[in-house]
């Protein structure tokens, strides 16, 4: 068997979508990586990394547009992936959309197996092909950890009577995406509850966090099943972040809440629907307390 055709076979692998295809075109010690495995990889992991793959983008497919060998045993391929995004993809819901990632692998064989595989891709194409933002900053500054957040907020004005805050401290990636994804369907539970106003969900670094707004501090005892229960029954099981705490909060003041005029460009309080600025003007609607 010839390099390419060696090469061949593995991408034969990924076609057929069976991760223990990949790991078995694969020497036993032999590794892959590409800008999103953090490294190396070898065995069962490779198969994991491939299943998720294959998770996310159940019809994915590589199309080789060129391979040839450029030294002995080492071979350079161009592909092209495309997938539609019908499954869950680190803890984010499907979007349904399609994708297209060129690419290149550089491999290294050694007998009929694979020693080796360098893939190189833009990692951010496909959060952009999916509608999603791709955030550029550093991981921290000194003291400071930068992240991203997401806010979950239905139209109401209504004024916090309590906050709950949830935070915990991750160990890694995967605990990472898993509690994302206990996030997300806490958040369908939410959106139905007596008293949620809104809430905010962010991570920076190892601090993943969630403060919601609420009517009264009795309401957030009415998300504590579904999602929101199997989350507190993974947290006090084993091998699940590194710690954490739980709190409700009740305001010491909350002062008045101002809206900008729009004829004025002054600000002024607002007591709600029908206030007016000190002009008489009527007031926009005002933003949320949260």
């Known amino acids: 068997m010839s390099a390419v055709e060696a090469a061949k076979k593995y991408f034969d692998a990924w076609n057929r979508r069976s991760p223990d295809a990949i790991v078995a075109a694969i020497e036993a010690g032999g590794t892959y990586e590409d800008p999103m495995t953090g490294g ?15 998770e996310a983008f159940p019809d994915v497919s590589f199309e080789v547009i060129s391979a ?4 002995p045993n080492t ?3 161009e592909w092209l992936m495309r997938g539609t995004n019908t499954g869950s993809r680190q803890g984010a819901p499907p979007t349904g959309k399609s994708v297209a990632l060129p690419g ?3 491999i290294t064989i050694r007998g009929d197996k694979l020693a080796s595989v360098k893939g190189y891709f833009d990692a951010a194409e496909i959060p952009r092909q999916l509608g999603m933002q791709v955030v550029v900053q550093p991981t921290s500054l000194g003291p400071i950890q930068f992240g991203t957040s997401v806010y979950l907020a239905l139209g109401r004005r209504t004024r916090p009577g309590a906050f709950s805050i949830t935070s915990l401290r991750v160990r890694s990636e995967d605990e990472a995406n898993k509690v994302r994804d206990y996030s997300r369907r806490i958040y369908q539970q939410l959106s139905g509850t007596k008293g949620f106003i809104s809430a905010v969900t962010g991570r920076a670094g190892s601090h993943m966090f969630t403060v919601a707004a609420w009517e009264t501090p009795d309401d957030p005892a009415q998300v504590r099943g579904g999602a929101h229960q199997e989350a507190m029954d993974a947290f006090w099981g084993p091998g699940f972040t590194h710690g954490g705490v739980t709190s409700i909060w009740t305001p010491h003041r909350i002062n008045a809440l101002w809206v900008r005029c729009t004829v004025c460009d002054r600000m002024s309080v607002t007591h709600g629907e029908g206030s007016t600025c000190s002009a008489g003007h009527a007031l926009p ?3 949320p307390y949260w």
């Open 75 to 77: 071979v350079a391929a």
């Open 285 to 287: 609607d005002p933003p």
């Open 40 to 54: 190396p990889l070898s065995g069962s992991a490779i198969a994991r990394y491939a299943a998720g793959l294959f």
């Open 68 to 71: 040839a060998e450029t030294g």
């Open 104 to 106: 290149a692998d550089f």
